[in-house]
């Protein structure tokens, strides 16, 4: 019911930025809270930013200060902005959406890499 699509990943220097988008499409009234998850090599997937349809926003302690997570309804995008980029960054990133607070959704995933 809800397809989710991301793109703007690639290979950045450390201390560069990136800007990764997510559109969605499909039963939109229905997302209830999006989010960006990562998931690098050898690792667990691990939730990286979200926000809720109210705008609340909430990010992992290694994202903080750096990342920022937003959502443009109009254009059905939900975006991140990278800043500072680190090489421990490096990861495949997942855009996820939660629909009526019991699916989740998930898109095919972007590539980060953080290298010089």
């Known amino acids: 019911q809800v397809q989710l699509v991301e793109s703007g990943g690639g290979l950045v220097q450390p201390g560069g930025s990136l800007r990764l988008s997510c559109t969605y499409s499909g039963s939109i009234y229905g997302i209830t809270s999006m989010g960006w998850y990562r998931q690098a090599p050898g690792k667990q997937r691990e939730s990286v930013a979200d926000i809720t349809d109210t705008g609340s926003r909430d990010y992992a302690d290694s994202a903080k200060g750096r990342f920022t997570i937003s959502r443009d309804n109009a254009k059905s995008t939900m975006y991140l902005q990278m800043n500072s980029l680190k090489p421990e960054d490096t990861a495949v990133y997942y855009c996820?959406?939660?629909?009526?607070?019991?699916?989740?959704?998930w898109g095919q995933g972007t590539q980060v890499t953080v290298s010089s």
């Open positions: 996820k959406a939660v629909f009526r607070n019991v699916i989740d959704y």
